[in-house]
């Protein structure tokens, strides 16, 4: 009865958890919507959109709404690639922009960007066999009689350093004077459009899905690999799918957002305390709480310095770091790494 009494606490407490997680979206849109000299109330919004032409209306869906809905976008794939990343290498620390993912996704973008811009609505698919080179080079270099923790995050951020190195190298060796190169390595997405929303929609999206739908596996990628065989899991097969998944997510985001550090530390790290860690309410969970950090990030980023910016990176390289600290001494106990 006590189990059962639990049990739906549990649920009740997670219901919460999404409610209040989804209102927090929702008013962080609309405090980004108004953030800069033009402000535009609910009334007017929905007149300028629905019934006639306003001008005001006009230069906010145009300049804001694309930038809204790429950080929402690029959150939500960030934080679920560091839910799907740290139930296959078994890592609670597993973040695409620690390890390296994140780094190799970026450098082969601003390859394109710079030496092949006519390949521009192609640089999603190059910055995915950038995340794939780094991921298999993590899991390569790591693997030794099993993948160790511990090992994981110290192989990735080798990676994550070359990768990250080669980049800012490129950068400078262009003058960092191509926008579009610029953009990624610094992680601006100030000067997005609807263009590039219509390319990252699609990819994460798809990629959003594939994550839900691959819930259960996650779930037994947590246990150990001969408790998972047992269970008729093929754990090798099953880790390169949800991995490959967990880099889509990362590349595309990192093609259109840049290297963000930490939002798929941070996010699954305060999802797992509010919902649990079945992956089946934790993705979707980490998906909309990504969401919102990162929309909060650039948001801030806009304000603080008015009128210049902070990269939302940085600020949440500022916030990421003292988390990561906690999590490795936390893990000692937790995960004996």
Same mark, same amino acid.
């Given at each position: 009865?006590?189990?059962?009494? @639990?049990?739906?606490?549990?649920?009740?407490?997670?219901?919460?958890?999404?409610?209040?997680?989804?209102?927090?979206?929702?008013?962080? &849109?609309?405090?980004?919507?108004?953030?800069?000299?033009?402000?535009?109330?609910?009334? @007017?919004?929905?007149?300028?959109?629905?019934? @006639?032409?306003?001008?005001?209306?006009?230069?906010?869906?145009?300049?804001?709404?694309?930038?809204?809905?790429?950080?929402?976008?690029?959150?939500?794939?960030?934080?679920?690639?560091?839910?799907?990343?740290?139930?296959?290498?078994?890592?609670?620390?597993?973040?695409?922009?620690?390890?390296?993912?994140?780094?190799?996704?970026?450098?082969?973008?601003?390859?394109?960007?710079?030496?092949?811009?006519?390949?521009?609505?192609?640089?999603?698919?190059?910055?995915?066999?950038?995340?794939?080179?780094?991921?298999?080079?993590?899991?390569?270099?790591?693997?030794?009689?099993?993948?160790?923790?511990?090992?994981?995050?110290?192989?990735?951020?080798?990676?994550?350093?070359?990768?990250?190195?080669?980049?800012?190298?490129?950068? %400078?060796?262009?003058?960092?004077?191509?926008?579009?190169?610029?953009?990624?390595?610094?992680?601006?997405?100030?000067?997005?459009?609807?263009?590039?929303?219509?390319? &990252?929609?699609?990819?994460?999206?798809?990629?959003?899905?594939?994550?839900?739908?691959?819930?259960?596996?996650?779930?037994?990628?947590?246990?150990?690999?001969? $408790?998972?065989? %047992?269970?008729?899991?093929?754990?090798? $097969?099953?880790? &390169?799918?949800? %991995?490959?998944?967990?880099?889509?997510?990362?590349?595309?985001?990192?093609?259109?957002?840049?290297?963000?550090?930490?939002?798929?530390?941070?996010?699954?790290?305060?999802?797992?305390?509010?919902?649990?860690?079945?992956?089946?309410?934790? &993705?979707?969970?980490?998906?909309?709480?990504?969401?919102?950090?990162?929309?909060?990030?650039?948001?801030?980023?806009?304000?603080?310095?008015?009128?210049?910016?902070?990269?939302?990176?940085?600020?949440?390289?500022?916030?990421?770091?003292?988390?990561?600290?906690?999590?490795?001494?936390?893990?000692?106990?937790?995960?004996?790494?």
């Amino acid at each position: 009865m006590d189990t059962e009494k @639990e049990t739906g606490q549990k649920q009740r407490n997670a219901g919460l958890s999404f409610l209040v997680v989804i209102l927090l979206l929702l008013g962080m &849109i609309y405090i980004a919507i108004n953030t800069g000299s033009l402000n535009v109330s609910m009334g @007017e919004l929905y007149r300028g959109l629905f019934v @006639e032409y306003d001008q005001n209306v006009a230069t906010v869906w145009d300049l804001r709404f694309p930038r809204i809905i790429i950080a929402s976008l690029g959150g939500a794939a960030l934080s679920v690639s560091g839910v799907l990343f740290q139930a296959c290498m078994k890592n609670p620390i597993a973040d695409p922009g620690i390890i390296g993912v994140s780094s190799g996704a970026s450098f082969v973008a601003v390859l394109i960007a710079g030496l092949f811009p006519s390949l521009y609505f192609f640089t999603p698919l190059m910055a995915f066999a950038g995340g794939v080179i780094a991921c298999g080079l993590v899991y390569l270099l790591a693997f030794k009689n099993g993948l160790n923790p511990l090992r994981v995050i110290l192989v990735g951020v080798a990676v994550n350093a070359v990768f990250s190195g080669l980049t800012q190298a490129f950068n %400078s060796m262009t003058g960092g004077n191509l926008s579009g190169v610029a953009s990624i390595a610094n992680a601006n997405i100030s000067q997005k459009t609807w263009d590039d929303v219509y390319i &990252i929609t699609g990819y994460v999206v798809l990629g959003l899905v594939l994550a839900w739908i691959l819930f259960y596996k996650c779930d037994l990628l947590s246990l150990s690999d001969q $408790t998972a065989r %047992s269970l008729g899991i093929n754990v090798t $097969t099953t880790r &390169i799918a949800v %991995s490959l998944v967990a880099v889509v997510l990362a590349a595309i985001s990192t093609a259109e957002v840049g290297v963000v550090s930490f939002i798929g530390l941070i996010v699954p790290h305060i999802a797992r305390i509010l919902v649990g860690s079945g992956h089946k309410r934790l &993705i979707p969970f980490s998906a909309l709480g990504g969401a919102f950090l990162l929309l909060l990030a650039d948001t801030m980023g806009r304000t603080i310095a008015a009128p210049y910016e902070i990269s939302a990176s940085i600020l949440l390289s500022i916030v990421g770091g003292p988390m990561l600290i906690i999590l490795i001494r936390r893990s000692d106990k937790t995960y004996g790494v």
